[in-house]
């Protein structure tokens, strides 16, 4: 069984092919939600990117997923984004996550 680091993962998340276009990737993560008490739910996507980055937007809330370890991801073929906390993904392309 391979293994992947989170900080591998997250850099192979951003990876772009020749095309310019991010390359899709299969995650699967532990769902959680402090505040309202809920999760414990595994979610798996077969084909996700990436979505977001830097931007010059301004006004707004700040995500700062950096600072609290969160991505914001979609399903190649869907438009729900979902936002996935690096610690809590389980598998990244068929590799267990090392902490």
């Known amino acids: 069984m391979d293994i992947i680091s989170v900080r591998d993962m997250l850099n192979t998340m951003q990876l772009r ?4 276009e991010l390359i899709p990737f299969s995650i699967t993560f532990v769902t ?4 309202n008490d809920t999760g414990g739910n595994k979610i798996t996507l077969d084909q996700a990117v990436l979505i977001g980055g830097p931007s ?14 969160t991505r914001n991801i979609r399903h190649v073929d869907g438009d729900r984004i979902v936002k996935v ?3 809590l993904v389980t598998r990244f392309n068929g590799m267990r996550i090392s902490q």
Do not use: M
Not at 32 to 35: G, R, S, T, Y
């Open 56 to 69: 010059k937007k301004t006004g707004g809330r700040n995500p700062n997923h950096f600072a609290n370890y």
């Open 32 to 35: 959680c939600d402090e505040k």
């Open 85 to 87: 906390h690096a610690l």
């Open 17 to 20: 092919g020749e095309d310019g």
